[in-house]
């Protein structure tokens, strides 16, 4: 009877070793499949068809120094993908139509047109005069790129966070989203830097904000306090997208 509760016993812990042994593979995939590497398809964080467009609130805030308070300004901008050629090289070209109003009420008015040049491995802004690459794929959290590599301005080092992550904003919902890092310098007492944007799945761009700070240094007493002296800031919430 002894041996018996031995053997069996033998048994039952050699059972939990092959189960444990079982798990460890599983973990391993488990954790694969929970990287930031992109699981879907990169290419619908800016879906790119003609009709498609994005209304957004833009508020802007002008800081000037001696100046008590700044200048506000708020209104709504529509993009709209208006045509696309497909060039020789096998890329595609968009042109979008850029309007604004100053509220919901107003007529839409044209103020310009930008492309957006679509390559299997990145997209490329050109507005004002001046290319960005705002999106580069597959997406993944671990690579950088020049945001400016076509231009003539300084280098700057984007980066993606928080991929395919929900987001919510205003009254509107997005299962999957990303943020795009442009400039991240927000710990100084002299300045503040910051420029970000997120992406949601099938939208495009939802968000943006552009905000460039230079604080108070003119006395001891303003001298770290974060007292904006001048720079502005600019967000871009959108508010309806689809087809046209």
């Not at 031995?6 to 694969?32: D, E, G, H, M």
């Not at 929970?34 to 068809?49: A, C, I, K, R, W």
């Not at 919510?168 to 830097?193: M, N, Q």
């Not at 420029?195 to 552009?210: C, M, N, P, S, W």
């Amino acid at each position: 009877m002894t041996r018996y509760n031995f053997t069996r016993n033998r048994r039952s812990s050699w059972s939990l070793v092959k189960l444990f042994l079982y798990l460890i593979p599983l973990a391993a995939i488990q954790s694969c499949n929970d990287s930031s590497t992109d699981p879907v398809n990169s290419y619908d964080y800016f879906p790119l068809t003609v009709g498609y467009y994005m209304i957004y609130n833009v508020n802007e805030a002008v800081y000037s120094s001696g100046q008590a308070n700044p200048v506000i300004k708020a209104y709504q901008e529509k993009d709209e993908i208006s045509s696309v050629t497909v060039n020789s090289d096998g890329s595609s070209t968009y042109i979008v139509a850029r309007s604004s109003r100053n509220t919901a009420s107003d007529y839409w008015v044209k103020t310009k047109e930008y492309s957006i040049n679509q390559f299997p491995d990145k997209l490329i802004f050109n507005i004002d005069n001046q290319s960005l690459v705002p999106l580069v794929f597959p997406i993944d959290s671990k690579i950088t790129w020049n945001g400016n590599m076509y231009n003539t301005l300084d280098a700057e080092d984007y980066h993606y966070q928080d991929i395919n992550q929900p987001f919510k904003l205003g009254t509107l919902s997005f299962d999957k989203s990303l943020t795009l890092v442009e400039r991240s310098d927000t710990t100084s007492v002299i300045d503040y830097d910051l420029g970000l944007k997120r992406f949601a799945i099938g939208v495009g761009l939802i968000y943006d904000e552009q905000t460039s700070y230079e604080y108070c240094q003119a006395t001891a007493d303003c001298i770290g306090k974060g007292i904006i002296d001048s720079g502005s800031k600019k967000t871009r919430k959108i508010i309806e997208y689809g087809p046209m």
